[in-house]
């Protein structure tokens, strides 16, 4: 399984980030998995903002909740991510991740190469 | 929120030489839904343990996790050169969000 960030390394303040994740090797329409977002911003730990399900359920962190949209695009086997009204503190490195839908077993077991994420006008 | 503090911050050892890295949870992990993982500079995090205590696919017995409630402890048996890293634990309980340590930086002393 690889999975592959991409998208604009630049993003103005205010503006909208928009970041797709690539699946090779599964399939994100199976209902075994949750696909995830997760940003490390330069220097500092992770943090976990969202997941979305093949079933279109999602779970967002509310340090973001009012600004972000996941969605999934089975034809392209991708997911994707929309951050609104960006600030300097979203400037990070964001992960697509991968974790399995069974309680014991939802670890992050496949990452991205991870994307970095400038926001700057 | 379930806020996992790891310590030390900083732990500086020599190869062959074990390693012992704390996170303690605000709140108890239910079912022991803890992860630890390794990541070294440049690179996206590795899955290590899960579930406190099974190793992922891969990865070398030296490494072991354990605990259970509000206290984990990642060991490392004898250290090799290519075990020093950052290290960080997650928490993939049903109480989300989802969260993580501020991560251990293992430095060779």
């Known amino acids: 399984v690889k999975l592959q960030e991409s998208g604009p390394g630049l993003v103005k303040p205010s503006e909208t980030l928009a970041l797709s994740c690539t699946v090779s090797?599964?399939?994100?329409?199976?209902?075994?998995?949750?696909w995830s977002w997760i940003r490390q911003p330069p220097g500092k730990g992770l943090e976990w903002i969202g997941y979305i399900h093949a079933s279109g359920q999602t779970h967002y962190n509310p340090s973001v909740e009012s600004r972000i949209t996941m969605s999934i695009d089975t034809s392209k086997n991708q997911f994707s991510l929309r951050l609104t009204s960006v600030t300097a503190a979203d400037a990070a490195i964001y992960f697509c991740v991968r974790s399995v839908l069974e309680p014991g077993d939802r670890a992050f077991d496949y990452w991205g190469q991870g994307t970095m994420v400038t926001v700057s006008s | 929120e379930i806020v996992l503090t790891q310590s030390p911050g900083t732990l500086s050892l020599s190869p062959g030489e074990r390693a012992t890295l704390s996170c303690t949870a605000s709140l108890s992990v239910g079912s022991r839904y803890l992860a630890w993982y390794q990541q070294k500079p440049g690179q996206a995090p590795r899955l290590l343990i899960y579930r406190g205590s099974t190793r992922a696919t891969g990865i070398p017995d030296r490494f072991s996790g354990s605990g259970s409630g509000t206290d984990y402890t990642l060991t490392i048996s004898r250290l090799e050169p290519e075990d020093f890293a950052v290290y960080h634990c997650q928490q993939y309980s049903s109480s989300l969000p989802w969260t993580f340590g501020q991560g251990t930086r293992l430095e060779i002393k």
């Open positions: 090797g599964g399939s994100v329409s199976s209902a075994d998995y949750y």
